[in-house]
Structure formats: C-alpha cells, structure tokens
C-alpha cells in the first residue's frame, strides 16, 4: 500500500510540474509568434531586440522565479519534497542555460573571427594575387577587437583589400567623428600593395561628405571603376553605390556601361555593398563579384538557416562562395554585427568571418 501511494504521490506532483511547463510552454511560443506576426522578420530590429531581450533576460528570470516557488512548496509539502526539489532544478537550469546562450550569443560568437580560403584559377592572371574580401566591420565604437580584425589581415599578408561597406556603425558615446580616425588608423596599418577599395553601405553615410585624400589609403567606389596592374596582369574593379547594389535594374545598366570601357583579357571584379544585384548578372562577362550587408542571417536555425537577410537573393546565398552562371560570388556574412535600434552585437551559428579569396593562374591541362 505504501508503494502505491508513493507511486500516486509522485504522479500528482510530476502531473502539477508537468502542467505549469506546458502552460510556460504555450506563453513562450505565443509571445515569439507575436514577434513573428507584427513583422519581425521583415526585419524589424525593434521587435528583434524585444524578442532577444524577452527569450534571453526576461524569460530566464521568470524561470529562477517559478523555481523559487516550486521550492518554497517543497518546504511546505514535505511528503512531496524530494518530486518538487527536482521540478524546481530543473527550471533553473533551463534558467541557467538560457542565460549561458545570452552570453555566448552576445558576447562570444560575435568576436570568434574565422577566415575562408577559397582558390580561384583564372587564365587572367599570370602570378598569383591573394585578395581579402571583408565587409560589415559595423564598429560601435573602435575597441580590442577591431585591433584584432586588422592584425589577423596583416598576418594573411594580402595583395588586395576590397571592403563592400559597413564600416561604423556607432554607439553612444561614441561618435562617427571620434571613430573614423581611429579605424583609418587600423586601415593605413594593414594596407596592401595593390591598396584598399571599398563601397559605401548602410550605416555611414557620413562618408560620402569626407574629400577623397582624407580618406586615403581607403578608395571608394560608388558606380566608379580602377584598374588594378598586379604585375602578372589586370583586375578590372567595378564599385555600385548602395543603391545600385539593391536595385538590380539600375545595377545593370552601371554594369553594362563598364564592361563596354573593360578589356576582355581582364580580371572582372564587380562589388556592391547588397547581393541583391547578383540576381542580375549571371550571364554576363564577369569573373567575380563580391557583396556583404545580410550578415548571413546572424541568427541561424539548424536545419533552417538564417531567419533574416534583408535580401531577395535565396537564403543560401546570404553567405559563402559559389558560382551563379559565368561569375563567382562571394557574400560575406561579415566581420561585425547589426547594430540597429541599440542591438547588441548578436550571433548564433553564424561567426563573423573575412575571406581570402587566392587568385592563381590557370594550370595547364595536358
């Protein structure tokens, strides 16, 4: 008889715990749903910010507090301590973790800069030229980490620097004017031999107010060309303007007008700070083009991938290599993080990247 109604016991008490998960359960799914429903992933960055804070902060302490309870009624109901000690573990833990993924989505993987190397043959080129591709460095304010990024660039020792834009994106205190100086610094540091090009993006328009030479050695290209003498032959660089990148009509009509100034035995390299205008330029001369601004999603879901990418290119093109017809393409799912509406930097399954792109000369078939 003891047996049983220690049996009964313990299924009344894993029934109650049962019951207040589900209910926990049901809020959880309801408020991330009206995230989701109200234009989250349109993006929304004030709504993704409220769903970070709510998943990661508010969540989390209202489990350590229903835990509380679950153990102040194991002081009450002694018959049944040892059922209710174990549901009240068990939300904290859950608690425990969630703050341990608000840690590492804020403030581990966001700084875990990993390198891509990637090897492209051409029969443009006669000697090899290491080309960097970085993009959305988006700095809140310059700090050890920016230092780091451009100490890791000085150490792959590249030819070329192209950069598809989002340099700052500052933060309170922090202004554009106390910033720009510091990560020019950074960016005459780590200079190249073939010299460093970018695009305008998103977050500085600051820039297009700044005269070339002080900006220098930093080039922008905005629906502007340079050819580039690498000694073993020449790159051919094409830079849209931000709205160019995103607008594929008018991306096409720039493009078309530089390919008719742009000799055949060059090396093409057409850059934007959006993918979108890839959607465009698949069937046309072009060897490589290159573009940053949907951080690869930042957040991304196993067996999903990313959630957001402010894009119409395919979600599998938001970052990485591949060819999309006659040219390459290489989106960046970037060196920083979205800033946007006081986000924190903030990544999942998605580290923040450059990529050595190594273009060498054809070999020989026999």
């Known amino acids: 008889m003891a047996d049983v109604a220690t049996r009964s016991k313990w299924r009344g008490t894993w029934k109650m715990g049962g019951a207040s998960a589900f209910l926990v359960f049901v809020y959880v799914v309801a408020r991330n749903y009206s995230y989701v429903h109200k234009g989250m992933l349109k993006p929304n960055f004030g709504l993704i910010q409220q769903a970070y804070d709510f998943n990661l902060w508010q969540l989390p302490m209202a489990l350590f507090g229903i835990a509380a309870v679950w153990g102040t009624l194991a002081l009450i109901w002694r018959r049944q301590r040892k059922g209710l000690v174990w549901i009240a573990l ?70 070329l620097i192209l950069n598809t834009g989002d340099f700052l994106q500052v933060v309170p205190p922090a202004t554009f004017a106390s910033e720009l100086p510091k990560l020019l610094a950074l960016i005459r540091a780590a200079n190249p031999r073939l010299g460093t090009y970018g695009v305008f993006g998103d977050t500085e328009r600051e820039l297009y107010g700044i005269p070339a030479d002080q900006l220098a050695p930093l080039t922008m290209l905005s629906s502007r060309s340079a050819q580039i003498d690498t000694g073993g032959g020449v790159i051919h660089l094409h830079g849209l303007s931000l709205y160019q990148s995103k607008n594929q009509i008018w991306a096409t009509r720039s493009v078309e007008q530089w390919l008719e100034t742009s000799g055949q035995d060059t090396f093409r390299i057409l850059f934007g700070h959006a993918p979108d205008y890839s959607l465009k330029v698949g069937e046309m001369p072009i060897d490589l083009c290159l573009a940053g601004h949907t951080h690869g999603g930042q957040v991304r879901l196993p067996w999903y991938g990313p959630l957001v990418i402010d894009s119409e290119v395919p979600s599998d093109w938001a970052r990485g290599f591949r060819r999309i017809g006659i040219p390459y393409l290489n989106v960046s799912a970037g060196a920083g993080s979205n800033r946007y509406e006081g986000l924190p930097p903030l990544r999942f399954n998605c580290p923040t990247e450059m990529t050595l792109i190594e273009l060498v000369p054809m070999r020989p078939s026999f």
Do not use: C, M, N
Not at 133 to 145: A, N
């Open 90 to 159: 068990l939300y904290a833990f859950v608690a425990v973790d969630l703050l341990a993924l608000r840690h590492y989505v804020t403030s581990v993987e966001p700084q875990r800069l990993i390198v891509h190397r990637v090897r492209l043959q051409t029969p443009k080129l006669t000697k090899p030229v290491r080309l960097l591709h970085i993009s959305d460095i988006q700095s809140g304010g310059i700090t050890d980490y920016e230092a780091a990024i451009f100490a890791q660039i000085q150490a792959l020792e590249p030819d």
